[in-house]
């Protein structure tokens, strides 16, 4: 997809890091663009921030864990546009680091439910309505490198964005037919505002939670980030990715070796299981016949 020009471009978290460079850089290149932000504060500077770039931003407060509020979002969007979200960047998140095995229910939900459940609200409220616009377009979603590997001290995060990451992946096939294109973005170290993510959780899952928000810790993560990719550069990378309609954007390569180490040592795990290729063979070419029948009984129901 290489025609910006006059698209709607619906971004959550665009007030901030990641989401507002995305904003800069799709309005710069003519894309008419709503940010979506849980803080009306931020949302009110980014606005500002954007005018003085010559990019007339629509504001939206929404927290992306409520369903509703994210359709009324994109009704409001819509209207303001008089034409259909063609442009979706998931976004939004958070992070919060503690011990796996001290955390709380509500730290679970906490995460989970911005960074995959607020993903999967986007795809239910956007993908129905993008297919029927007929348009085509594309969606990205961000999820991180913390999504290929568990982590003991951000295991909660990590599995969000492997959630992200594989549902991605479906998407990517199922949508492909409608035109609409799929990438996932998986960041490293960005310079954003993410060391101050606890600010953004709701007190009504605050209490008790383990994560760490000692002030010395906050600020090495706050140094951490400083140094990260740049979020104009990062939605560089985006726009490339979408120009080329990339599955995923992998544009921290200080992580692969990384990465190539960890699928590595996954595959090596089947190697006690070399014993009986035939039944393998078998198995496989059942599975292969299976596939096939699934498929003709979807063409022809
Ligand atoms: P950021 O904190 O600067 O921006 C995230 C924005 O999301 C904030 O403006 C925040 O208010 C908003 N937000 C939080 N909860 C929300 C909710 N429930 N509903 C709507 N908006 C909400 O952080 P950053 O770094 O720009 O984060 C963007 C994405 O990048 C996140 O998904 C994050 O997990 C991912 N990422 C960031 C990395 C980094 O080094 N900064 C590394 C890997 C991934």
Same mark, same amino acid.
């Given at each position: ?8 471009? /619906? ?13 800069? +850089?799709?309005?710069? =290149?003519?894309?008419?663009? =709503? ?29 992306? #864990? ?7 979002? =994109? ?13 979706? /960047? ?6 919060? /680091? ?10 679970? $939900? ?5 960074? /995959?459940?607020? +993903? ?79 600010? #953004? ?11 760490? $928000? ?41 992580? #692969?070796?990384? +990465? ?18 035939? =039944? ?22």
């Amino acid at each position: 997809m290489e025609d910006f020009e006059d698209r709607v471009a /619906f971004i959550t978290g665009g007030a901030s890091g990641a989401g507002f460079g995305q904003a800069r +850089v799709f309005g710069a =290149a003519g894309c008419r663009i =709503a940010i979506a932000d849980v803080r009306q504060d931020a949302l009110d500077d980014a606005v500002a921030t954007l005018a003085t770039q010559g990019i007339d931003a629509f504001p939206v407060t929404l927290d992306i #864990r409520d369903r509703d509020a994210y359709a009324r979002a =994109a009704d409001a969007v819509e209207d303001h546009f008089d034409a259909p979200v063609t442009l979706l /960047f998931n976004t939004a998140g958070v992070n919060g /680091f503690g011990a796996l095995e001290e955390a709380t229910y509500a730290d679970f $939900d906490w995460i989970l439910g911005v960074n /995959f459940g607020g +993903v999967v609200n986007g795809m239910q409220t956007f993908v129905p309505r993008m297919i029927a616009a007929g348009r085509g377009g594309h969606i990205v979603s961000v999820a991180s490198m913390a999504g290929f590997e568990g982590n003991p001290t951000a295991g909660i995060y990590a599995a969000s964005k492997a959630a992200v990451m594989n549902l991605m992946e479906s998407y990517a096939i199922a949508l492909a037919p409608h035109g609409i294109g799929v990438s996932t973005l998986c960041p490293a170290s960005v310079r954003s505002d993410i060391a101050n993510a606890l600010d #953004r959780r709701p007190d009504e899952l605050a209490s008790g939670s383990s994560f760490r $928000d000692d002030p010395r810790f906050i600020d090495a993560q706050r140094r951490l980030y400083a140094g990260g990719m740049d979020p104009i550069e990062l939605a560089g990378h985006v726009r490339t990715a979408i120009e080329e309609n990339l599955l995923y954007v992998l544009p921290f390569t200080e992580t #692969r070796e990384g +990465v190539r180490a960890h699928f590595d040592r996954v595959l090596s795990f089947y190697d006690a299981y070399d014993t009986d290729p035939a =039944a393998a063979d078998g198995r496989a070419r059942a599975f292969l016949r299976y596939r096939e029948e699934a498929q003709a009984l979807r063409e022809s129901p």
